[in-house]
């Protein structure tokens, strides 16, 4: 499947007035380049709930320089920040049993879609038209797994999944340069105690 293909053929369907979009973001460095593709088309609300980063001033610090970059990036003060409950003890939980698995492999999968869980939750309860996430900007991370994820929660919670594949059209080269222009914190990390282990 081309997700990014996908992402574009909903993105022509749509008229007139701007659909909202519950977007759940990992990071400054990600939102950067998906925002700066979106943006136009939606409005958006950003979503930072990440429990799998193990430390809190670690969670902290990638919270503050999101809002950071916002306030440079988003002159119209149009995109809402909602910073979700930071409670580590849930993704250890899910994690239970999966201690010495691999990156990128069954407690990864896990953890994307406890995140996406928690977008598509609170999207439909907040009345957003869409939800996505910027997890597929990164070539670390399985897009198929995160699409797949999003489509089901999107049956799920009877609310459109955006589709994507973020890194495709050099997004995250993208990510790369923006990061620089904005002098942005970026981790070498995806922020659990097994990603900073390994």
Request: glycine share 4%; proline share 3%.
């Amino acid at each position: 499947m081309n997700y990014d293909i996908m992402m574009e053929k909903e993105i022509e369907k749509l008229k007139g007035e701007k659909p909202r979009l519950l977007l759940h973001a990992c990071c400054a460095p990600c939102s950067s380049a998906v925002l700066e593709r979106i943006s136009d088309s939606f409005k958006i609300s950003i979503l930072y709930y990440n429990p799998n980063i193990t430390e809190e001033r670690e969670y902290q610090k990638r919270l503050e320089e999101l809002k950071r970059f916002l306030l440079s990036f988003d002159k119209k003060k149009e995109i809402k920040v909602i910073d979700g409950r930071y409670q580590p003890e849930e993704f250890f939980e899910m994690s239970k049993g999966l201690e010495q698995e691999k990156e990128r492999g069954k407690r990864c999968y896990l953890c994307y879609q406890m995140r996406l869980k928690e977008a598509a939750k609170l999207a439909k309860e907040l009345g957003f038209d869409y939800f996505t996430t910027t997890l597929s900007l990164s070539p670390h991370k399985n897009s198929n797994w995160i699409n797949e994820i999003g489509e089901t929660l999107a049956k799920d919670y009877q609310i459109s999944f955006l589709y994507s594949d973020f890194k495709k059209k050099n997004g995250y080269k993208r990510s790369l340069e923006l990061s620089e222009k904005y002098q942005l914190y970026r981790q070498n990390y995806c922020g659990c105690i097994y990603s900073k282990r390994s």
